[in-house]
Nanobody, 124 residues
Framework: VQLQASGGGLVQAGGSLRLSCAAS????????MGWFRQAPGREREFVAA????????YLADSVKGRFAVSRDNARSTVYLQMNKLKPEDTAVYYC??????????????????WGQGTQVTVSS
């Protein structure tokens, strides 16, 4: 499975961005899809995940109420809508695909395939 993330950029605090991650080479609808982020000097952390059907989504506490994750299986694409962005959201954002097991959806070890990352910078 190949993953291509896009949509990052520079935005002011309080603004919005929508990240997209297009998948190819696999059966997209069978994968759990996740978003993670990594800021300079910090470990990669979970942001959001969605199981094969969009009705099951999960968000990190730090982004609840501001971010939303969704997927379009017909387009083999997963999205991360980010609203009310804060400077602390600045990071490289990665999408990932893995087995849709609830116990590992929020863990890096639950994912086999990773995209290249897209930079999100939020200015104060």
């Amino acid at each position: 499975v190949q993953l291509q993330a896009s949509g990052g950029g520079l935005v002011q605090a309080g603004g919005s961005l929508r990240l997209s991650c297009a998948a190819s080479g696999g059966t997209f609808s069978s994968y759990g899809m996740g978003w993670f982020r990594q800021a300079p000097g910090r470990e990669r952390e979970f942001v959001a995940a969605v199981r094969p059907t969009s009705s099951n989504t999960y968000l990190a506490d730090s982004v609840k109420g501001r971010f939303a994750v969704s997927r379009d299986n017909a387009r083999s694409t997963v999205y991360l809508q980010m609203n009310k962005l804060k400077p602390e959201d600045t990071a490289v954002y990665y999408c990932a695909a893995g087995r849709p097991i609830l116990s590992t959806l929020m863990s890096i070890r639950g994912y086999t395939y990773w995209g290249q990352g897209t930079q999100v910078t939020v200015s104060s």
